[in-house]
């Protein structure tokens, strides 16, 4: 019976053992993992400053171009270009307009021929 007692208790030991190791091993995983996730986040974080700045400078390029667009489309600025370079044309003849299935195919066809010639060279 005592040698019994003595085994069981060694098997209490080993247990605890076993309990602990598992135990610290869980932990240290857990520490890994929290700071493998922490500079997961941090890089994610960058990334998403990295592109809002990105938006900011946009955005601030689209402001700029409306300013010119509104200061190049001045009724005041059209009517002199119109006076300088559409002396003779008083109006738009109806042979003129084209409707859209005819531009589209024009501009096909010069994408086609422009992309042969930059395929030659």
């Known amino acids: 019976?005592?040698?019994?007692?003595k085994i069981h208790?060694?098997?209490?030991?080993?247990q605890?053992?076993?309990f602990n190791s598992i135990s610290?091993?869980?932990v240290l995983c857990a520490v890994f993992a929290m700071f493998f996730v922490q500079f997961?986040?941090?890089?994610?974080n960058k990334n998403i400053q990295?592109?809002?700045a990105k938006i900011a400078n946009l955005q601030d390029d689209i402001k700029v171009l409306e300013v010119e667009w509104v200061y190049l489309t001045r009724p005041e600025r059209l009517r002199m270009l119109s006076k300088r370079y559409l002396k003779d044309n008083i109006g738009i003849a109806?042979?003129?307009v084209k409707n859209r299935p005819l531009l589209a195919n024009y501009y096909?066809?010069?994408?086609?021929?422009s992309r042969k010639k930059l395929a030659m060279k």
């Open 108 to 113: 096909a066809q010069n994408l086609a021929k």
């Open 94 to 96: 109806a042979n003129q």
């Open 1 to 5: 019976m005592i040698k019994f007692l």
């Open 9 to 14: 208790n060694l098997s209490n030991k080993v």
């Open 16 to 18: 605890c053992y076993l």
């Open 50 to 52: 990295k592109h809002d």
């Open 40 to 44: 997961k986040v941090e890089k994610l």
């Open 24 to 26: 610290a091993a869980a």
